[in-house]
């Protein structure tokens, strides 16, 4: 079993057990896809970014995190670097590789940030730079994966557990290919 670093989670099992079963869409979810079998956490490991944004005079530096699995995963963005309290040590063999090639994640990273960028209006962009530097840290981010099912085809329900939030297709398409590879 490895040890890993994480971002310190901010829901407990029992906390998820009662997401999963909590309120209207948990009665939806088990009545389309059968009961709650069982959950797990698994953590998936994500590369840190020190990302320079420039756009007009003023360069704005953050921090970002992308999954280095497929780089599909939602972005993590941070004020700062985290710091060794912010994370914990976990033994675990529930996590999948990092398999991700770096130039490929550059890429990955720098269209997410551009996407971030034009949402929050594109008519105020002026001649957008973004740089990328990969800094060295083993950083994963902890998850709660429910297992549904009536038969041998098991559906999941996905959240995460630093945000607190639940997550949708294109999480469970990352779990559910990491699971059946």
Not at 18 to 39: D, K, P, Q, T
Not at 96 to 125: H, N
Not at 155 to 174: T, Y
């Amino acid at each position: 079993m490895a040890t890993i670093s994480t971002l310190r989670p901010n829901v407990t099992r029992a906390e998820a057990l009662e997401e999963f079963h909590r309120g209207l869409s948990g009665f939806l979810r088990r009545a389309r896809w059968g009961v709650l079998r069982s959950i797990a956490e698994a953590y998936v490991p994500f590369r840190l970014y020190r990302v320079e944004i420039v756009s007009g005079a003023v360069p704005q530096v953050s921090w970002f995190a992308l999954d280095a699995v497929s780089g599909s995963l939602d972005l993590y963005q941070f004020d700062h670097r985290p710091e060794e309290t912010e994370l914990v040590r976990v033994e675990t063999r529930n996590r999948p590789s990092s398999t991700l090639d770096d130039a490929l994640a550059v890429r990955l990273l720098e269209d997410k940030i551009q996407r971030l960028i034009f949402q929050t209006g594109f008519f105020r962009v002026r001649h957008l730079q973004i740089r990328a530097e990969l800094i060295p840290l083993d950083l994963h981010v902890p998850y709660w994966i429910g297992f549904y099912g009536r038969d041998e085809t098991p559906r999941l329900h996905v959240m995460d557990a630093v945000r607190r939030r639940c997550e949708g297709a294109k999480a469970r398409a990352f779990f559910e290919r990491w699971l059946a590879g």
